[in-house]
């Protein structure tokens, strides 16, 4: 898993509650990505940082926002969660250089149910 | 902009034939090129990845891929299809330029192995 712990792995809530996600990285990678994984949409970017305070918006950015205070940490926020929040999350890094660049490295993802 | 195709959402072979799962990209610049494997409940492993090079890249778990410039393709395959080998394949492309841009994915292919 490179490195990457995802909190938590399961979580239910209801609409209109605030939820966040962890990634919690171990490698000290400047670039951190968070995707949604749906049936028949295969993976979308939501957000993505290259590095701390340092965040855009991907391709399905709106109802989400991000934080990254810290390298090793990058939260992704539900303001206000809906029921189309539904999915499985996950977050991935790229190394900077090396062997492992340019490939994404994910973790193990987050399913979120929203009832 | 960037895009990718797989053609078959899902994908039966035999036990001992060969696999061929097909992707075609579209990217104004060279791009980088993967090839991602996910199991039930897991996260996205990386199977191959083009950059630059030789354009038949040698993977995991016997599968490889090769680069088609003027077919804007780079479909994987496998000579002898494994039971173990049945889960949802993703094809992503990069843009080569794009600094902290994330991999854009194509919406996957079950792979299903018939005993």
């Known amino acids: 898993d490179a490195g990457i712990t995802q909190s938590p792995r399961h979580k239910v809530t209801e609409t209109g509650t605030p939820v966040t996600l962890r990634c919690h990285q171990t490698?000290?990678?400047?670039?951190m990505y968070w995707y949604r994984q749906d049936p028949g949409h295969g993976l979308r970017l939501i957000h993505y940082?290259?590095?701390?305070?340092?965040?855009d918006k991907g391709e399905v950015s709106d109802g989400y926002s991000v934080s990254r205070s810290k390298t090793e940490d990058f939260l992704l926020t539900l303001e206000s969660a809906t029921s189309s929040q539904t999915s499985v999350y996950f977050c991935?890094?790229?190394?900077?250089?090396?062997?492992?660049?340019?490939?994404?490295?994910f973790g193990n993802g987050t399913r979120l149910t929203v009832t | 902009a960037q895009s990718v195709t797989q053609l078959g959402s899902h994908v039966s072979v035999s036990e001992g034939a060969l696999v061929l799962l097909r992707c075609n990209y579209s990217?104004?610049?060279?791009?980088?090129l993967f090839w991602y494997v996910q199991y039930p409940n897991q996260g996205l492993q990386l199977l191959l990845k083009?950059?630059?090079?030789?354009?038949l890249v040698k993977g995991i778990n016997g599968f490889e891929a090769e680069f088609k410039k003027s077919e804007t393709s780079f479909h994987l395959t496998k000579p002898s299809a494994h039971m173990s080998d049945a889960a949802e394949y993703f094809c992503?492309?990069?843009?080569?330029?794009?600094?902290?841009?994330?991999?854009?994915f194509g919406k996957g292919t079950h792979l299903i192995i018939q005993p």
């Open positions: 490698e000290n990678h400047r670039y």
């Open positions: 991935a890094i790229r190394p900077d250089r090396g062997r492992g660049h340019p490939s994404l490295h």
């Open positions: 992503a492309v990069l843009y080569s330029g794009g600094g902290a841009d994330g991999l854009t």
């Open positions: 083009y950059t630059t090079g030789a354009t």
């Open positions: 940082s290259y590095g701390v305070k340092d965040t």
């Open positions: 990217s104004s610049v060279p791009p980088y």
